[in-house]
């Protein structure tokens, strides 16, 4: 089984002006004017995979000064979104919130030091930059990876009308290409196809997972939004699976 990924105070240097303060360290990034607290070593855990994993619906500002996020199809994952980033980094983290022009909700956090901490240490990709889970997903354990999907298949995935498929659909091939490594090390099978879209400029590469053993498998993932997790509850009534 493989160990935590962990991060120590000499991987921190070369970016963070770092102090003890207590039984916390505090990082600021230079020439930043706020700072995070993390705990030394820093466990990429399953928290940490779970704010990962919620931001192929955020970014990380190309100039690394700010932290964002964006939720349409579920107003709770905002809500994960800043408890996440507290419960890592502390309450000097101060996520903003605000109305999109839809039904929306935009969060962000303008700090320097928490972006470039996602960034340099994380492994989170920025806002010109292709986006693609944390290479450190790969080596971790199980309920880390799982953490991770958790996130991305509430953020792009779906169950088919049928309950016949669960779907996984982005727009970078390299992303599906990921996600489709990360169930198989969970020994999940799925298959990558190619859909172009008609009515749509941009085409969708679709990781799509079938027969009853996957689903059976997938159940440690499962979905959270209430749509989507009634829809996968009623494929499994479907399949037989108890």
Not at 170 to 177: H, I, L, R, S, T
Not at 178 to 204: C, E, G, K
């Amino acid at each position: 089984m493989n160990k935590h990924i962990t991060i120590f105070k000499k991987d921190l240097e070369k970016y963070f002006l770092i102090e003890k303060k207590g039984e916390l360290y505090e990082l600021r990034a230079p020439f930043a004017l706020k700072s995070i607290n993390i705990t030394l070593p820093f466990i990429l855990n399953q928290e940490v995979a779970t704010l990962a994993g919620l931001m192929p619906d955020g970014s990380l500002i190309k100039d690394l000064r700010r932290v964002y996020f964006h939720q349409k199809k579920d107003l709770r994952k905002i809500d994960l979104f800043e408890n996440t980033l507290v419960k890592l980094f502390s309450k000097e983290v101060n996520v903003l919130r605000k109305k999109d022009k839809g039904s929306g909700v935009e969060a962000y956090s303008n700090s320097k030091t928490l972006a470039w901490f996602m960034y340099y240490i994380l492994g989170i990709p920025k806002s010109d930059e292709e986006m693609r889970p944390p290479s450190w997903l790969f080596n971790s354990p199980d309920n880390v990876k799982i953490s991770y999907l958790k996130q991305a298949f509430d953020m792009e995935g779906t169950v088919s009308k049928n309950l016949s498929e669960i779907r996984f659909g982005v727009k970078g091939p390299n992303f599906a290409q990921d996600i489709q490594n990360l169930l198989s090390r969970l020994n999940i099978d799925s298959h990558l196809t190619y859909a172009p879209r008609v009515y749509q400029t941009s085409p969708q590469y679709r990781v799509s997972i079938y027969k009853k053993e996957n689903f059976a498998k997938f159940r440690d993932i499962g979905f959270e939004i209430p749509f989507l997790k009634e829809r996968f509850e009623r494929a499994l009534i479907k399949h037989g699976i108890l």
